[in-house]
């Protein structure tokens, strides 16, 4: 059974940190492309950041570029996304993604809120 499951999401004060993990199962999480997307009340998902199978190449929305770092551990079927120097705007459910045509899985989500 595939499972993405996304877990440290939570409250945090503009200016702050949090870092994000997707724990994968149920598939060669290796094989697989992996995305973080975001989705804000009344807004539609987003792409927030995405990373190859190897891990050699990452790629971000504009909006985040130099504050969001994606990595991944494929000894560990985990994905990341360190968020710092966070902003309310960034506040949203996030959802990590696993891709390799033509499949497409996706989690559950977290839930991020920046607010003072």
């Known amino acids: 059974q595939v499972q993405l499951v996304e877990s440290g999401g939570g409250l945090v004060q503009p200016g702050g940190s949090l870092r994000l993990s997707c724990a994968a199962s149920g598939f060669t999480f290796s094989s697989y492309a992996m995305s973080w997307y975001r989705q804000a009340p009344g807004k539609e998902r987003e792409l927030v950041a995405a990373i190859t199978s190897d891990g050699g190449s990452t790629n971000y929305v504009d909006s985040v570029k130099g504050r969001f770092t994606m990595s991944r551990d494929n000894a560990k079927n985990t994905v990341y996304l360190q968020m710092n120097s966070l902003k309310p705007e960034d506040t949203a459910v996030y959802y990590c993604?696993?891709?390799?045509?033509?499949?497409?899985?996706w989690g559950q989500g977290t839930q991020v809120t920046v607010s003072s």
């Open positions: 993604n696993a891709r390799r045509w033509p499949d497409l899985y």
